[in-house]
């Protein structure tokens, strides 16, 4: 339906999950979320490979809370990041911090912590899972009084140069209305995640202006 709607490619379809934890795609789960998963990174890299920018900027993103940015880009960055492939998964939905509470992890310093403390060096913020070390996890941090002076910030420029310059893929997950202008610059891809029927005809027609990819 959305890509008749909005002429806007769909680049993958993921079901709804029943498990009663949060889901996390494993490479023996043979599940139906986890092939879709499988599918839908396989798509990323088909697109990402027009790009002609060496390590690759993926913003995943909705129109409002509850309809799966954290469930999609955490399982994204988990596909997509291989031995030789190193991936890093930013939480930039700065008011609402999920990754850690997503992952079962305790609260640490993030991105916000970062930019504000300058004693702080990059690996400070950095967390890895046991079973994939080649993924960077960087948590949104202590919620700042306003976001969009932290994304606005020398330091949070800096801190996107240095990861390009050492990873070859970044999965940036954000709300949509309040970053976009902000953030949409850097990226090589733009997803926009909308849960099936949710799509009403104000975001609709603000999908179409501002992403060329749109997942279901």
Known sequence: MFDKILDIPIVAEIPRTDV???????TEDRSVVAEA???????INFLLSDSAEENKVILVTSSSTGEGKTFTSTNLAISLTEPEKKVALLGLDLRSPKILEYLGINDSPGITNYIRDHKLALED???????????????????????IEILKSKRFKELMDVLKEKLYIIVIYY??????GLVSTISSLEITFSKQGFCTGFFCNSFSRITSQIIV
Request: charged share 20%.
């Open 20 to 26: 009663k934890n949060n889901f996390i795609i494993s």
């Open 37 to 43: 998963f499988r599918i839908f990174e396989s798509n």
């Open 125 to 147: 913020v950095i967390i890895n899972l046991e079973d994939k070390p080649g993924l960077d996890i960087l948590n949104s941090g202590i919620v700042p009084p306003n976001p």
């Open 175 to 180: 709300k949509l209305a309040a970053l976009l």
